[in-house]
């Protein structure tokens, strides 16, 4: 079993993200970037980043940098666009795993905590 909390922002890339997928036993947001991209360099990304940890205390916050993924993972994901966000619940008793996906509709800003939240 996981301990929530213990680290507010993890980061993964390439392997360790597939990796991510076969020890799914607790809910994570997954948060999807283009470490290359001028704004994903931020202090106020870094900052919204913290807010969302911070408010969602029983999620793990998992940065991933898009830059090093294969086109696999972005399928498996189900990226569409960056930055993009993925909170998976884990299955419990009768109840299959559930993703969610932060749709981004109407000009919402990914970078902001409010448009985020």
Do not use: H, M
């Amino acid at each position: 079993q996981r301990c929530i909390g213990t680290s507010p922002v993890e980061e993964r890339t390439g392997e360790s993200l597939e990796a991510l997928l076969a020890e799914v036993d607790f809910p994570f947001l997954a948060a999807f970037f283009s470490a290359s991209l001028p704004l994903a360099q931020t202090k106020g990304l870094a900052e919204t980043e913290q807010r969302i940890a911070a408010a969602f205390p029983s999620l793990v916050y998992i940065r991933v940098d898009a830059d090093q993924l294969g086109i696999r993972a972005f399928l498996q994901w189900d990226i569409a666009f960056l930055p993009t966000y993925v909170v998976y619940l884990p299955p419990s008793e009768g109840q299959q795993r559930k993703w969610i996906r932060w749709k981004g509709e109407g000009g919402l800003n990914p970078y902001s905590y409010e448009a985020v939240a």
